[in-house]
Structures are given as C-alpha cells and as structure tokens.
C-alpha cells in the first residue's frame, strides 16, 4: 500500500473567490505535497474586492468535524486561520489541547486586505486566553502583533516587544511579516526564546495579493508536517509564497490571487 503523504488539518473559513481561506489552504497544502483534511469554521460571502459577510457555524459542528477524522487518521499539522466567532475558538482550542504533540501554526486573522472585520475584541481576547497558549507558531503581519501585544492606552512599541509579549502568552515561535510596513523591501522576522532566529528580507512586488497571509501560514504547516525544523520550515515557506505571489493573477476587479501552482505552469 502507498505510503499517504504528510495531513495537516485546518481550521478556516470559506472563500467563494479561491484566494484566502480554506480554499487557499487546500490549493497550497496540496501544492506542497500534504493532504490537507478542511473544516469549515465560517462561510462568508466576499469576492478580490472584500467581504460582505460571514456565518459562522454552529461550535458542535466545527468540533465535531475536527473529531471524526482525527479519530481516523494521524494528523502532522494544525493550521488555524479565520474562526467565526467566540464559541468556535473555545471548541477549537478544546479539540487541539486533547493533541498537544500535534505543531499549531496559528494565523491570527483580524481582517481582510480591504480592512473588513473578522475578529471582534471579545474574540481576540479568547484567542489570546486559549489558543495562543497551545501554540508552536503564530504568523502576525506587523498591524496584527501590535494589536495582540499593545495594551489599552499604551503608546506603540517595536515588533521585537510585540514578539516577546506574544510568547509570553505562551506561544513558541512568532514570524511578525513586514507585508504591511511602508518599506521597499518586505521584511520578516522570525523570534523564539533566544531572540531574533532568522531575518528575511523579499522584494516587494507591485500588486496587493488576496490571501498572501493564509498561503504563507498553510505553507509553513506543511513544511513542518513534512519533518523539517522550525528555521528551515519557515524559509521554505517563504520561498514558496514569494514565488506564488510574483506569478499571481488578476481574475477579478480586486486584488491579484496568488498562483499557488505556479511550479505547474513554469516553461522547461
């Protein structure tokens, strides 16, 4: 019998428009080689412009779709994105704590490129109690790590504090992305205990991309799934999205959609 390849299990909402979401998780995990296992944790209705809405699911359902195959299958991976409400980020956080040798790489999403809402402050803060403790990676873009680690009426600080705040709730390993910083070049910057672990530094490309954070996110849980450390994990990660990014497309009225098979379409 075929060996199966690496599985990593996500947790995210839909996409109707195939950039972000579970939709980007499924297209970059299969790409990378790893059967992603999908459950769905809201349905919203957006399009490359933005997002008009979200339903998120009922909490038992998001648990129990999340139990049934993990009773079936060896998960190597859990990659969380957009979770739809409170309850669903209670559920989730109960179900990964029954598998603490399970890596977690969490992207925390707070909002879609066009700045639509999708975590409420009462969400954040449950993210912040429950899941990130159980963490192995959280993928911040700088405006996400400085709204995790700022307190209220505090003046800003560097993204080195927001990183060392963010692993003192517990997580391991935290890459704050410099996808949104005004500089000519995108700077990432991976932390753990010791400090600063790796710098990347990418040329920024001309477009604005619909997903590039998920991509990212879902491409580091499928290094790690596949058996490398965290530094290598991260830089292959990087190399993947970077590559998927510059031969985006344009399919809509809104922003570019990351190729994420790009390697498929590559002449000889």
Same mark, same amino acid.
């Given at each position: ?13 839909? %996409? ?55 009773? %079936? ?27 603490? %040798? ?13 700045? %639509? ?152």
């Amino acid at each position: 019998m075929n060996q199966p390849p690496p599985i990593v299990l996500c947790f995210s909402a839909t %996409d109707p428009s195939g950039g972000a979401g579970l939709q980007a998780d499924i297209l970059t995990l299969s790409s990378m080689g790893c059967h992603p296992l999908s459950i769905v944790t809201a349905v919203t209705i957006q399009d490359t412009i933005g997002i008009e809405d979200v339903l998120a699911i009922d909490a038992d359902w998001v648990a129990d779709q999340a139990r049934s195959v993990l009773e %079936d299958m060896a998960v190597h991976a859990f990659k969380i994105g957009a979770m739809g409400s409170v309850e669903n980020i209670a559920a989730i956080a109960e179900v990964v704590s029954d598998y603490p %040798d399970i890596p977690l790489i969490l992207d925390p999403v707070l909002s879609s490129g066009r700045g %639509d809402e999708l975590a409420t402050e009462e969400m954040i803060d449950a993210m912040k109690s429950l899941l990130i403790s159980q963490t192995t990676l959280i993928t911040p873009n700088s405006i996400e790590a400085r709204y995790l680690a700022l307190e209220e009426n505090e003046e800003g600080i560097s993204l080195a504090q927001c990183a060392e705040r963010i692993m003192d709730m517990g997580a391991e390993y935290v890459l704050i992305t410099g996808t949104h910083e005004n500089a000519p070049k995108v700077v990432n910057t991976l932390y753990g205990d010791s400090g600063i672990l790796r710098v990347d530094s990418w040329n920024r490309l001309p477009h604005s991309y619909h997903g590039s954070g998920c991509t990212l996110a879902s491409a580091i849980a499928a290094a790690i799934a596949m058996g490398f450390d965290i530094d290598t994990a991260v830089e292959k990660a990087q190399e993947y999205t970077w590559k998927s990014l510059d031969a985006g497309f344009r399919p809509g009225m809104g922003q570019h959609i990351p190729d994420r098979f790009f390697w498929a379409r590559e002449e000889d």
